[in-house]
């Protein structure tokens, strides 16, 4: 029987779209499950900030009825807007090892796309770029930090033999945080200087001015991350959204903000690394999910770097350093020693080689692939 791929019309099919990476990876050793009620709410509409600029269709690809197959077709319209194009996206990308079950996916995202006026695709990403995003292509022996995605080396060569192109890999730095010795000592001086010759203060968010502060993180990461390949800017639903969901990771020793005169210059956000409470919960809530979820200060040692930028006119100042430092020192007194700090573009040459100043080393590869329609 050939594979054909359909779109997700009741709420079997999306019980079924949800629960295929169960199916297809619950044996591994590295994947970690999602809680199926939080992947059902993102997936939702009518709740995802994500489709207040944005629109999307899912489909499941059977053979002889049988799931085989399940992939995304997006329009962010926001993006569009930002970069005068009229690229599309695919997303949520899991498959059997099976190559009719990736070109019937491919090309029924690569349709729907088509139809809407794109000409061409990028992904997979789930939904934007800075959520789970690429296709793992080295690292396969290493656990997924919260919102990494994790496949078997087949997915990739799948993928090659589509004929996707790449596009762009995004890197995964692993940083023993613990030890300063493998800190280049110019890092030292620039962290020192920061207050005294440049007049900086770093200080640390709280969680009843989270929210404020996403404004500041927006501000930056519109700022600093602008330039970068699949850069979209976020919008203030956006932001709710993210503050919302941050403050179900939020620490107050990894969250960090540099101010001058009233101004924040710099943003670092730091994520203890929920994906190793997730891994007990595996995928419920209920009946003993929610005690790991309780427990999850006792459980977590190690961190995920997820955003670490300075507006462009401060980046000279050491405020990059001073965060830097700042992980260090959190690192002696927190039970958290150790994490990834990424993903970075490959591209991004004055961020990778400041992972090279740290001591950190490539770990993971993601690749996102292009496609013209």
Known sequence: MSVEARPVVSRRDLKEFIELPFR???????????????????LDRKRNAYFTHAEAE?????????????????????????????????????????????????DAAAAWLKARGRDHMIGPMDFTVNDESGVLIEGFDREPFIKQPWHPPYYAARCEEAGLGKAMDLLMWELEISDREKMLPVLFELAEQVSSKHGIELRKMSRRSLRKDMDRFADVYN?????????????????????????LVFDPNWFMVAERDGETVGVAITVP???????????????????????RAKIMDRVRVGFLGVKPEYQHTGVAAAFYVEHFDMAEVRPQKWGEMGWILETNTAMNRGMEAMGGRVVKRYRIYGRDL
Do not use: C
């Open 58 to 106: 899912y489909f499941l690809a059977r053979r002889d009825g049988r799931v085989v197959g399940r992939i995304s077709a997006q329009i962010d319209h926001s993006f569009n807007a930002y970069h005068d194009n009229a690229w599309g996206m695919f997303g949520f990308l899991e498959m059997e090892d099976d190559p009719e079950a990736l070109a019937a996916l491919l």
């Open 273 to 295: 690394d929920l994906n190793q409470v997730l891994r007990r919960m595996n995928g419920r809530i209920v009946p003993f999910g929610w005690w790991h979820f309780l427990r």
């Open 223 to 247: 700022a600093a991350w602008s330039r970068n390949w699949g850069f979209s800017p976020y919008g203030k639903k956006d932001l709710d959204q993210y503050s919302f969901e941050m403050q």
């Open 24 to 42: 297809l990876h619950s044996t591994s050793e590295q994947w970690v499950p999602p809680l199926r009620l939080e992947r059902r709410l993102f």
